[in-house]
């Protein structure tokens, strides 16, 4: 190419490269309120007590009459609720671990966007320098002077001065047009990392509100057992129930065969079962305060005076003869202490032992739990001979 057509076509070439980066730098960018980045923090809001209204209950009622109409069928019901709860808070676990990468992984694609959008500026400022310094030299009269023809020699070693000139011109608006491709890629990661957190907003938003639904459920569920009679005697019904259960489990138990120790001796010489906690509900009759009705309570219902000391722990020697979920009680540990002794820890969580484990005495076995409750954290705590429920007041200093 002749020299004197190489530069202003050089000067074309960078001008059009430079509207068509400035134009290229702001397609696909978002506004600032879609690129905001949530807290990733997802914290499960507090239950609310259950406020039913007339349209409710009878919402309630359709939904529960086939389970109100069988033995066990209002238990299965509050413990099918406890199991989608679970569930759901499980799955609302692994959804906010997955928010949280997406959240550092749109992070992570703004930062290499700022940064390749920054070494474009820079670029974008240098192609303009050259630019004006190239309009510069195209209006000096030493240009003109030097693009003129003067004789083939000097002509040639002019425009091999020219043209690594140019060359370099060349080289700096290539890095400058990968750089404009190189901030498009970062611009579809970070979009592509703010499609992924959306989704994980609407996941989790979609598992809240159904997580909160159970609960609302099981809320209702309960206050109707303490409101209604027929929901009243449907549980007490069904609490029965889960109590033959609990002596035919017993019944079905090897025996343990250690006979140093023996627990029979051991009233009024046993700790609780959870430290620093108090007998919410005594062992024996309990008389309903609006119905009038009569129930045997056949054990104690135990409360920590704090959340921290939720530890549960044996209160003797003991094999482990159960570890599972129960109707009525939950999640439930059930330790042989010989000779027909058994002790009943229901409603745990963070279960640490497994059947068949041989435990000391105050070893912790769980933690107090809400499994299966229908009164929110507490142990649930029986002792039983042969299968027959023992005041656990008699044993306990």
């Known amino acids: 190419?002749?020299?004197?057509?190489?530069?202003?076509?050089?000067?074309?070439?960078?001008?059009s490269?430079?509207?068509?980066?400035?134009?290229?730098a702001t397609v696909q960018r978002p506004d600032a309120a879609e690129i905001a980045l949530p807290d990733r923090s997802a914290t499960n809001p507090a239950a609310q007590p259950a406020r039913i209204d007339?349209?409710?209950k009878r919402a309630l009622d359709a939904r529960y009459r086939e389970a109100m109409s069988k033995e066990l069928g209002l238990l299965q019901a509050i413990d099918g609720l406890d199991?989608?709860?679970?569930?759901?808070?499980?799955?609302?676990?692994?959804?906010?671990?997955?928010?949280?990468?997406a959240t550092d992984a749109l992070r992570e694609a703004e930062l290499r966007r700022a940064g390749a959008e920054r070494r474009l500026a820079e670029m974008r400022a240098a192609v303009r320098a050259r630019l004006r310094a190239i309009l510069r030299l195209g209006r000096s009269p030493e240009l003109r002077f030097a693009v003129s023809p003067e004789g083939f020699a000097t002509?040639?070693?002019?425009q091999r001065l020219l043209g690594r000139l140019v060359a370099g011109d060349r080289e700096r608006l290539e890095r400058y047009r990968e750089q404009l491709a190189r901030l498009a890629g970062e611009t579809k990661d970070r979009d592509a990392a703010l499609a992924k957190l959306a989704a994980a907003d609407r996941d989790l938003h979609g598992q809240l509100a159904a997580l909160e639904r159970a609960r609302h459920d099981k809320l209702a569920l309960v206050a109707q057992i303490?409101?209604?009679p027929s929901y009243n005697q449907n549980a007490r019904r069904d609490m029965d129930a889960a109590d033959r259960t609990l002596v035919e489990k017993i019944e079905t138990f090897k025996e343990w065969q250690e006979k140093r120790y023996t627990f029979g001796r051991t009233r009024g010489k046993?700790?609780?079962?959870?430290?620093?906690?108090?007998?919410?509900?005594?062992?024996?009759?309990?008389?309903?305060?609006r119905f009038g009705t009569t129930t045997f309570h056949r054990g104690q219902?135990?409360?920590?005076n704090h959340p921290e000391h939720a530890a549960v722990r044996a209160v003797f020697w003991a094999r482990v003869a159960f570890v599972g979920w129960m109707l009525g009680y939950g999640q439930t540990i059930i330790l042989d202490h010989g000779r027909g002794w058994h002790t009943v820890y229901a409603h745990v969580d963070a279960v640490e032992v497994a059947e068949g484990d041989v435990i000391r005495s105050r070893q912790k076995i769980a933690e107090v739990g809400a499994s299966g409750s229908l009164k929110g954290r507490y142990l649930y705590f029986e002792i039983r001979e042969n299968g027959e429920p023992v005041d656990p007041a008699e044993f306990f200093r």
Request: hydrophobic residues 50%; proline residues 11%; aromatic residues 2%.
């Open 83 to 101: 199991a989608t709860i679970e569930e759901l808070e499980t799955s609302l676990a692994r959804l906010g671990l997955d928010r949280a990468a």
């Open 54 to 56: 007339s349209v409710e």
């Open 301 to 304: 219902d135990i409360r920590p």
């Open 270 to 289: 046993l700790l609780r079962p959870v430290n620093m906690s108090k007998i919410e509900v005594p062992f024996g009759p309990r008389k309903h305060p």
């Open 1 to 15: 190419m002749p020299p004197r057509l190489l530069l202003p076509t050089l000067a074309l070439l960078l001008a």
């Open 155 to 158: 002509a040639v070693v002019k």
């Open 17 to 24: 490269s430079f509207s068509t980066a400035a134009v290229a």
């Open 226 to 228: 303490e409101a209604d």
